[in-house]
């Protein structure tokens, strides 16, 4: 997977989509749920439907003239990979966590 | 008279108001359709319908709408470059530490289950439970390339095939 990287935004988004992996979410809701700004919502249901993750549909039940609701959910691969990647990032969490950071030592000399 | 140029303010006001709010419409309407145009031609009729719609359905006034559509301005360029990339095979992982999951899936590998699995045969089912030790001896991938099932065998020699991975993630 190309340049996919596992950061805060997808993260949000794939908590979100995982917290009922067979409900259709539309674009507008997904952004209330993650907090995050429609341009970089877009972006990433755009990759994650590229990769295979999601698969899109219209709302075509709704008996509204104008324009239709697009929904999004998670296919079967999705669900198993976006697990997968909620491990990967929890696990270098806690690496990051139990190893600690390496920390500049201020006030210079020992003597 | 002071009170007479008051009136004509504030009806000059609502007049303002009023051709703002009918033009914000038309306006919204044209900058999505400005996003849209900067996506791959298959995809922007999709896209501009989808976005209408959603732009629609924000509950707030006209500035909440248009720095809606603003973000998505900002970032059209990102839109673009995730529609033009090749539908990718795999969830490549990444640099993993001993800890994740690339490990969890290997040959050989110890598995635990995580959840109850039920296998159901021609005549009958059974039933491990969340716990159950094992050791992978085989691994399926799906048409994506990623990983979907595991054999596992387990320490009286049993094999379970083809457990879908999920019943070993927390």
Known sequence: ?111 | VKALVWVLVLLLAVLIEAEVIAWCHPVQRWLIRRVAASLPRQHRDRYTEEWYRECEEIPNGPVTRLLWILSLLFRRRSVARALRQPRTLAFRRSSLTAEGPELLFRTDGSIVFTGAYVEHRSLSKKMYGQGTQGVITNIHTGPLGGVTHVDVRLPNGEFVREVPVDYFLA
């Open chain 1, 1 to 111: 997977m190309e340049g996919l990287r596992l950061t805060t935004p997808l993260l949000k988004l794939l908590h979100v989509l995982l917290a009922d992996p067979t409900a259709n979410y539309w674009g507008f809701e997904i952004m209330k749920a993650t907090g995050l700004a429609s341009g970089t919502v877009y972006p990433l249901l755009a990759r994650l439907e590229g990769m295979g993750w999601l698969e899109s549909g219209w709302d075509d039940e709704q008996d509204i003239s104008g324009p239709r609701r697009r929904y999004y959910r998670l296919t079967g691969d999705g669900v198993a990979s976006a697990r997968i990647a909620l491990a990967e990032a929890n696990s270098k969490k806690r690496l990051a966590t139990s190893t600690g950071r390496l920390r500049p030592a201020f006030g210079g000399n020992h003597r």
